[in-house]
Structure formats: structure tokens, C-alpha cells
T-cell receptor, first 109, second 116 residues
Framework: GQNIDQPTEMTATEGAIVQINCTYQ??????LFWYQQHAGEAPTFLSY????GLEEKGRFSSFLSRSKGYSYLLLKELQMKDSASYLC??????????FGAGTRLFVKA | ETGVTQTPRHLVMGMTNKKSLKCEQH?????MYWYKQSAKKPLELMFV???????ENNSVPSRFSPECPNSSHLFLHLHTLQPEDSALYLC???????????????FGPGTRLTVL
């Protein structure tokens, strides 16, 4: 079956670095997305990886290893406003996007 | 603002009511989606419309009925819902093509539905 796993919750300190991991098992692969979702708001697009390696975008970076079925989202210089849920999503071989349950990140002062 | 709007933002309804959720996208996209988001569960894809034709339906109960009159508007008609249908209903749109585009989905703010 199709499965995406990510930690349920994480806590980190303002100014620090945090890495949110995601592992997936899907029937085929056509890209991996990371979304940010603040409580009561819509998910917003953060990053997209389809090839192995690291994609950097400001304070956020996303890494992909297709052979390991693994990705991580790296957040640097954490700010209080980064407290949110982070959703890992994989587009499978049929171009259907499957979402993980999300990781709730708490940033403390 | 993501360019995708949803109304109403909150809805409380009884099990015998009929209501509709509305979604509108201003991004020029050609695909629209309905998702259900329950607490601590992954987003569940309910329906996909691409080029105004329904192309996917994940065995959603018939008490949910989608309608897509054109590429900018999407509705979800609700009737005789159950309390377990209470959730956040999210609409999304994307520029879907067959040439391995990113097909990034842009979400609306959602409708918080409570079924009594």
C-alpha cells in the first residue's frame, strides 16, 4: 500500500536548526512536496524535489533520496512564526498526490 | 492569499440538511481538488477535476456530490451527512499537464464543517 511516515510532533528553540524527516512507500514516484500549515489556515507550498539532492530556498532546505524513500525538511534560524504543521506529500506513479499526517513543530523562546 | 477562495469558512448543519461548499480559483489553473482533513490524519483526497471532467474519486460516500461547472469553480454538495463527516474541507487547484510538471497544488483556507 501507499504510506508516508513523519514524526507527529517536534519541539525546537528559536534561532536553532530543526530537521523534519519523511519516509515513503508508494507505487511509483513523481516528486515530493513539503507544505506548511498554520493552525486554521490553508497548507502553503514550501518545496518540491524530484531528483536526489538538496534544494535550498532561504532558511528552508529540502533533501531527497529516492533509493531510500527518504526526505527531510531543514529549517534554519528558527523563528516563532515557524510554529506550524509541516506536511510531506508524494506524487505517485499515477500522478496522485498522497499526504502524510504532518509534523507539528513547536518553536519555543 | 493563495488565489483560491472558499465559502463558507464555517458551517454547522444537522444530519438532515442539504448544503453546498463553494471554491473559486483565480490562478488560471486547469485542475481542482477536494480534500478532507480530520484531526491528526493525513489529507484525504476526495475528488479531482481536470479540464472540467472528474478523473478520480476515492470511494467517497454518495452523500458527498461534487460539481465543476468550469475550470474556475468547484462545489461540494452535502446531504444527510453523519457526525463523523465533521472535518476541515480543503479545496486546491493546480496547473496539471502530462509533461512531468511540478503540478503544485495551491490550497484555499478551507471550510470547517460540523455535523450535529
Amino acid at each position: 500500500g501507499q504510506n508516508i511516515d513523519q514524526p507527529t510532533e517536534m519541539t525546537a528553540t528559536e534561532g536553532a536548526i530543526v530537521q523534519i524527516n519523511c519516509t515513503y512507500q508508494t507505487s511509483g514516484f513523481n516528486g515530493l512536496f513539503w507544505y506548511q500549515q498554520h493552525a486554521g489556515e490553508a497548507p502553503t507550498f514550501l518545496s518540491y524535489n524530484v531528483l536526489d539532492g538538496l534544494e535550498e530556498k532561504g532558511r528552508f532546505s529540502s533533501f531527497l533520496s529516492r533509493s531510500k524513500g527518504y526526505s527531510y525538511l531543514l529549517l534554519k534560524e528558527l523563528q516563532m512564526k515557524d510554529s506550524a504543521s509541516y506536511l510531506c506529500a508524494v506524487r505517485d506513479g499515477g500522478f496522485k498526490t498522497i499526504f502524510g499526517a504532518g509534523t507539528r513543530l513547536f518553536v519555543k523562546a | 492569499e493563495t488565489g483560491v477562495t472558499q465559502t463558507p469558512r464555517h458551517l454547522v448543519m444537522g444530519m438532515t440538511n442539504k448544503k453546498s461548499l463553494k471554491c473559486e480559483q483565480h490562478l488560471g489553473h486547469n485542475a481542482m481538488y477536494w480534500y478532507k482533513q480530520s484531526a491528526k490524519k493525513p489529507l484525504e483526497l476526495m475528488f479531482v477535476y481536470s479540464l472540467e471532467e472528474r478523473v478520480e474519486n476515492n470511494s467517497v460516500p454518495s452523500r458527498f456530490s461534487p460539481e465543476c461547472p468550469n475550470s474556475s469553480h468547484l462545489f461540494l454538495h452535502l446531504h444527510t451527512l453523519q457526525p463523523e463527516d465533521s472535518a476541515l474541507y480543503l479545496c486546491a487547484s493546480s496547473a496539471r499537464d502530462r509533461d512531468l510538471s511540478t503540478d503544485t497544488q495551491y490550497f484555499g483556507p478551507g471550510t470547517r464543517l460540523t455535523v450535529l
